[in-house]
């Protein structure tokens, strides 16, 4: 650690990693709504906070583990789930008459076409407007999860697919049937927003 009068400690949540105060000072100077979206291993958290003199104040919010109401049989940490849990949270914003946010996708700059990525389109097709390049954003086969049921055509053994897509068995879901499957989950969604 540094010594001598010069040197400054940083915020106790800046030296935790967990807030980058520049970046969010800018975030609250256009004073409009901050979409927050995080990503853990296994679930994704999509929120409309906006920010007051005593705190953030949480408006909106959509966790993955609600998408099981819906009847999504996947885990809630894929792709295809952040994106309908960003549909969800963007349908009970626009309930909320929101209309626009700015996304605070968090400390890390995440990469194109990640979770982060796949919410921020599920909000945008939601109907909320959200500025942003189109090119970081999924394109849909990634967003149905193509990919996935494409992964698992070209695996062979029996034993490694039993170990590696264990929750999709488990609940009853051929990782083949996923973009249909995710289609059906989105229908559910939209219809009970109707």
């Not at 105060?21 to 256009?30: A, G, I, P």
């Not at 959509?62 to 969800?88: Q, R």
């Not at 992964?151 to 062979?156: D, H, M, N, P």
Request: glycine share 8%; hydrophobic share 35%; charged share 30%.
């Amino acid at each position: 650690m540094a010594k001598g009068p010069a040197y400054r400690v940083p915020f106790r949540r800046r030296r935790e990693g967990k807030t980058n105060y520049y970046r969010r000072r800018e975030l609250l100077k256009s004073r409009k709504i901050r979409l927050v979206i995080r990503c853990s291993l296994s679930h994704t958290r999509v929120q409309f906070v906006k920010a007051e003199l005593k705190g953030d104040k949480v408006l909106v919010s959509a966790f993955s583990k609600e998408l099981e109401k819906y009847g999504w049989k996947a885990p809630c940490g894929n792709l295809p789930a952040a994106y309908l849990t960003g549909f969800l949270a963007g349908l009970k914003a626009k309930k909320f008459e929101l209309k626009e946010a700015i996304l605070d996708a968090g400390i890390k700059k995440p990469p194109k076409g990640s979770r982060i990525y796949a919410g921020l389109k599920g909000v945008i097709d939601a109907g909320i407007y959200v500025p942003c390049d189109g090119e970081i954003l999924p394109d849909e086969d990634r967003v149905k999860g193509k990919h996935i049921a494409e992964y698992w055509k070209l695996i062979s053994s029996s034993e490694k697919r039993g170990v590696m897509f264990s929750q999709y068995l488990a609940n009853g879901l051929n990782p083949e049937n996923l973009p249909e499957h995710f289609n059906e989950v989105k229908q559910k969604i939209e219809k009970s927003f109707s």
